[in-house]
């Protein structure tokens, strides 16, 4: 982590700024005070784990080796475990959906280039994909982080990725070799930024939170006056009733378990692409088009399987309708605001932060 960037940070806690004792070019391994309450919070493997109490207490137990060396100014066992708002219940979701992503994206770690761009142009629509160009990105849950090496071909000027749980590390790899990438370890609830933004983004990741609405409001106090915010959900779609009543019952499963059952949960999908690819060789363009799932016809097996993994085995899903949406943007008077279908199953949003 380069040390230029721990200006953009803040306090998870209380939003003072965040201190480091090391003046050279990059941070590895190492220690960042917080100015305001005097809380530190561990730099592991070039990535400040930047967690409230009680999920930062979460990760000491998942990677204990790595909080050995540590030597606290402010000591685990004195933060106070929960915030105002997480319940018991909250922080169980929470905690289950770290690991649900964890073991998700350390396991599918590879996309194709052409599944990567496919996405994130068709996602942006009826954005231009270049709308990020010579910004300030944040991307609030950023997987593996194909998202940000998409924004970054497209021109944004300096990126940051935050990730929940350990699939932090799968997206610092990838990213590794971009110097204006910043791979960061946080709570959407508890957002460890300045409002420094232009731009700031959630692929997938709304619909996913045991409080969506908190979610995305707390997304815009990292914009500046004037910053933009996207954000891409599930919709309702007339598979969901099914689909949930599978979901509620597999997501209990351990996850190797979740990983194998859900490759035959794929094969429809492979099925329809099939289906929708023939059509097109035999020219039936028309037909082709009222393919269900058509969409999955770019991806591979694999990219099937890792959707399957998302919608069947997380803690948390919701679907939205436009409506349920378009209110979360008029209450916090955000501007220019697009909601656009994608697939019909699911919804673009965005819009512009005051000035
Ligand atoms: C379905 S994945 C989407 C990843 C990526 N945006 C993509 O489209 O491939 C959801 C991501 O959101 C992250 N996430 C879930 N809850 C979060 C929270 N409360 N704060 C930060 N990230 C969160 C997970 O770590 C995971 O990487």
């Given at each position: 982590m380069k040390s230029q960037v721990i200006k953009f940070f803040a306090c998870p806690v209380c939003k003072g700024s965040l201190l480091s004792d090391s003046s050279d070019g990059g941070i590895e391994t190492g220690i960042l005070k917080c100015s305001g309450c005097g809380r530190d919070y561990p730099v592991i493997r070039g990535?400040?784990?930047?967690l409230p109490d009680s999920l930062l207490k979460i990760l000491a137990s998942q990677i204990p080796d790595d909080f050995k060396g540590f030597d606290f100014a402010f000591p685990l066992a004195k933060r106070t475990s929960l915030s105002d708002f997480e319940t018991e219940d909250f922080l169980k979701k929470q905690h289950a959906t770290m690991n649900a992503f964890a073991y998700e994206w350390n396991e599918f770690t590879e996309l194709?280039?052409?599944?990567?761009?496919?996405?994130?142009?068709?996602?942006?629509?009826?954005?231009?994909?270049?709308?990020?160009?010579?910004?300030?990105?944040?991307?609030?849950?950023?997987?593996?982080?194909f998202f940000l090496d998409r924004m970054n071909s497209h021109g944004a000027s300096l990126l940051f990725g935050m990730n929940l749980g350990l699939d932090v590390e799968t997206a610092k790899k990838r990213t590794s070799r971009w110097d204006n990438i910043t791979i960061v370890?946080?709570?959407?609830?508890?957002?460890?930024?300045?409002?420094?933004?232009?731009?700031?983004?959630?692929?997938?990741?709304?619909?996913?939170?045991?409080?969506?609405?908190?979610?995305?409001?707390?997304?815009?106090?990292?914009?500046?006056?004037?910053?933009?915010?996207?954000?891409w959900v599930y919709g309702k779609d007339?598979?969901?009733?099914?689909?949930?009543?599978?979901?509620?019952?597999?997501?209990?499963?351990?996850?190797?378990?979740a990983n194998a059952f859900s490759i035959p949960c794929a094969l429809p999908l492979l099925f329809f692409k099939w289906v929708y690819l023939g059509l097109h060789a035999l020219k039936q363009e028309r037909l082709a088009d009222m393919v269900p799932y058509k969409q999955y016809a770019v991806r591979?097996?694999?990219?099937?399987?890792?959707?399957?993994?998302?919608?069947?085995?997380?803690?948390?899903?919701?679907?939205?309708?436009?409506?349920?949406?378009?209110?979360?943007?008029?209450?916090?008077?955000?501007?220019?605001?697009?909601?656009?279908?994608?697939?019909?199953?699911?919804?673009?949003?965005?819009?512009?932060?005051?000035?």
């Open positions: 990535i400040p784990r930047l194709t280039p052409e599944f990567c761009e496919n996405e994130y142009t068709r996602t942006l629509a009826p954005l231009s994909p270049d709308i990020v160009k010579g910004k300030t990105v944040l991307e609030a849950g950023t997987g593996v982080g370890q946080g709570d959407i609830f508890h957002l460890p930024f300045k409002p420094d933004f232009n731009f700031v983004i959630s692929h997938g990741v709304v619909h996913h939170l045991p409080d969506p609405e908190m979610g995305f409001k707390s997304l815009l106090t990292a914009l500046k006056p004037g910053g933009e915010v996207f954000i007339p598979a969901v009733p099914f689909i949930e009543l599978i979901r509620k019952v597999l997501h209990r499963l351990p996850k190797p378990a591979n097996f694999r990219e099937m399987h890792c959707t399957i993994m998302d919608k069947l085995f997380v803690p948390v899903v919701n679907y939205y309708e436009e409506a349920d949406l378009r209110p979360w943007f008029e209450k916090a008077a955000l501007k220019n605001i697009k909601i656009s279908g994608r697939d019909g199953n699911s919804w673009s949003c965005y819009g512009i932060k005051s000035a």
